[in-house]
């Protein structure tokens, strides 16, 4: 059986010494980091701090969270009856600035007119071609 040499006196220690080593270099207990708490202090605290630093006392004026008043909502766009689609069967589809108006905002009627329900709940009865402008009331055809 083959044997290594013997270590040199010096080198006998060494894992041990380093064993030991690295064990104290571990903590006792895994203990957790305390937690941080609120990282961010209002208005007044900063003041506060900022007294307590330099030394100045400095009145913490309140903060008023103020936002711009928004801008008044633009007037209500003129609608445009631009057509009526009937198919055979199903039902029709009408056609708004546009676009095409969804089955609760509208009634269609046998005489080729529709009956619009606006927003407000107002109701409107145009004929395909003509435009109503909701500011003044007004319905015109568009031809003009």
Do not use: C, H
Request: charged share 20%.
């Amino acid at each position: 059986m083959n044997r290594l040499p013997p270590l040199p006196g010096i080198l006998r220690g060494a894992p041990i010494a380093a064993l030991v080593t690295l064990l104290l270099a571990l903590p006792a207990g895994a203990a957790e980091p305390p937690p941080l708490g609120r990282l961010f202090n209002t208005a007044q605290q900063r003041a506060q701090l900022d007294a307590q630093r330099y030394g100045a006392a400095q009145p913490a004026a309140p903060v008023e969270a103020t936002s711009p008043a928004p801008p008044p909502p633009p007037p209500p766009a003129p609608l445009v009856l631009n057509g009526v689609v009937r198919p055979a069967r199903g039902a029709a589809t009408v056609w708004l600035n546009q676009e095409a108006l969804p089955d609760s905002r509208r009634i269609v009627r046998r005489d080729g007119k529709v009956t619009l329900i606006l927003p407000s709940g107002q109701r409107v009865t145009l004929k395909p071609g003509q435009r109503y402008d909701e500011t003044t009331g007004e319905v015109r055809d568009e031809t003009r």
